[in-house]
């Protein structure tokens, strides 16, 4: 049957499929060598690189030679060589693509050996376009399999700004999901306590996925009042409201095909979760004001520290919305549960700072083993605070425990006591508390007291609603507090 492959007419109707970005290397192994020619032939057109054998000794010898991208091999009917090459191929090549070749009505053949590791197959006799269209699947695998090995790389290696610092195996496993999402333009969800590195997160993706070039446009939902955050993101045309004296594109329009960051997505009104969801299944939005709507072309990555799914129960976050945001979700670690990474961290930061200032800062034994210790409620950005706080407030180039905020000094200290129980207690230090520590102290009481009514404890600390929220971020204190 396959004979029908080879003829010169049956040639004339190979589909026109995207040459593959680079000359990709295709082996064929089959013992028919009219099954062989035929394959090969059709590769070759196809722009492939391509050798061919008829037996598997040979194959094994050269792929040692040359590891192929993509092998095409027979199983051959009553024998178990096939599967035991594409086998051995798997487990020494993890990164070729396998496409298997069966005689008809073997299916279990072809079960076998994507069990154990070939990604698709081929029932005999198969047509001109089913070959090309299985090769065409393995080559864009292989592309995009490629790109995140190598961005997955990038990142390990990456130490500049911007880069993601961590290699505990929480963060590993995160930068592996990362780097494939990255290759996607699905919508992505972010989740993590305060200050685990969410936007960072976001734009990490954002600059290693295939729209780069693009902007990336973020959205404060947390802090924006609902009719600005309206505007920012479906736009405005002029003479809406007042102030509007020219019409404005929104961020979902003028993202042209980058990112929007839906920064705290879990604050959106219910009203705003309407339009948002509107505007993603339509691919349009209607600007406030105007009568028209404007077609839209953003990814949409999200994030939130809130149990979102806990709010849909509660029916105060859309189920709908919910979903289409959630196709892929990124579960970020607290530092706490991946203590391995504070001294990176501290060190990341440190050197930032050092060479900021022209001075090389150091932390004492003491201090890291503090930091090492305590459970950072805010995470990541607490920790660069306390980093920064300390060379801020250091007499010299070692920084000791008496330059960490309060509360680590105070832990440290209690740690330093149960060690040593009989010592002086010599905390009197610690008992004057920095400023920062008094207004966090006094933000909390008042937001506890008024039992989680942020607006009115806002009004009366005398301070705005989006500073509250600011400070609450950069207290990392979010988290310790009820829901709104
Ligand atoms: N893995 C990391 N490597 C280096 N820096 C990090 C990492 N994670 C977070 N940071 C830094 O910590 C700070 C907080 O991160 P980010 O703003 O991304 O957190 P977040 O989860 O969005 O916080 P919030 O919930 O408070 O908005 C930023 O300055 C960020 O650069
Ligand atoms: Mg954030």
């Not at 999200?302 to 979102?308: P, S, V």
């Amino acid at each position: 049957m396959l004979e029908t492959v080879v003829s010169s007419r049956a040639m004339e109707f190979i589909p026109q499929v995207a040459e593959p970005p680079a000359k990709l290397y295709l082996l064929v192994v089959d013992a028919d060598p009219a099954v062989r020619s035929a394959c090969s032939e059709i590769a070759a057109s196809l722009g492939y690189a391509v050798d061919s054998t008829g037996d598997m000794g040979q194959a094994r010898s050269l792929l040692r030679g040359h590891a192929a991208d993509i092998l095409l091999v027979n199983m051959p009917y009553g024998s178990n060589q096939g599967l035991e090459l594409v086998s051995e191929v798997k487990l020494l090549y993890p990164g070729m693509s396998v496409i298997v070749m069966t005689a008809s009505g073997t299916v279990n053949a072809a079960v076998e050996a994507m069990r154990c590791g070939a990604s698709d197959y081929l029932s005999k006799p198969f047509a001109i376009d089913e070959l090309s269209t299985v090769l065409d699947r393995a080559a864009a695998g292989h592309v995009t399999d490629t790109a995140s090995r190598q961005l997955r790389e990038r990142l390990r290696l990456s130490q500049g700004l911007g880069a993601m610092i961590g290699r505990s195996s929480e963060m590993e496993k995160l930068y592996r999901i990362l780097s494939k999402v990255a290759q996607s333009s699905h919508p992505v969800l972010i989740l993590g306590e305060s200050g685990t590195g969410k936007e960072l997160v976001a734009r990490t993706i954002h600059a290693y996925g295939p729209s780069a070039q693009k902007p990336f446009l973020p959205v404060d939902c947390g802090s924006l009042v609902p009719t600005l955050i309206e505007s920012e993101l479906f736009g405005y045309v002029k003479g809406a409201f007042t102030g509007a004296n020219r019409s404005k594109d929104g961020l979902l329009v003028s993202a042209e095909g980058g990112t929007v960051f839906l920064d705290e997505v879990g604050e959106l009104s219910l009203d705003l979760q309407t339009k948002l969801l509107r505007a993603l299944q339509e691919r349009e939005v209607r600007p406030v004001g105007a009568t028209h709507r404007v077609p839209i072309k953003a990814r949409i990555v999200a994030a939130t520290n809130r149990d979102l799914a806990a709010m849909v129960e509660k029916g105060t976050f859309r189920k709908d919305l919910f979903y289409r945001l959630n196709v892929v979700n990124l579960r970020l670690p607290s530092l706490r549960d991946r203590r391995d990474d504070i001294p990176p961290l501290a060190a990341h930061f440190l050197d930032r700072i050092s060479r900021d200032r022209g001075a090389k800062f150091t932390l004492s034994n003491e201090a890291l083993r503090t930091m090492m210790a305590y459970d950072w409620p805010g995470n990541v950005r607490e920790l660069e605070n306390a980093v920064e706080r300390a060379c801020a407030l250091s007499s010299g180039p070692v920084l000791h425990l008496g330059d960490l905020p309060t509360q680590l000094q105070q832990h440290g200290l209690a740690a330093h006591r149960a060690a040593a129980p009989g010592e002086a207690d010599n905390a009197g230090q610690a008992q004057v508390k920095p400023l920062a520590e008094l207004e966090r102290e006094a933000i909390l009481s008042a937001i506890r007291t008024l039992n989680g009514d942020k607006l009115q404890a806002a009004r009366l600390l005398g301070i705005g609603k989006t500073t509250l929220y600011r400070k609450l971020k950069e207290y990392g204190i979010a988290d310790s507090l009820p829901e709104d």
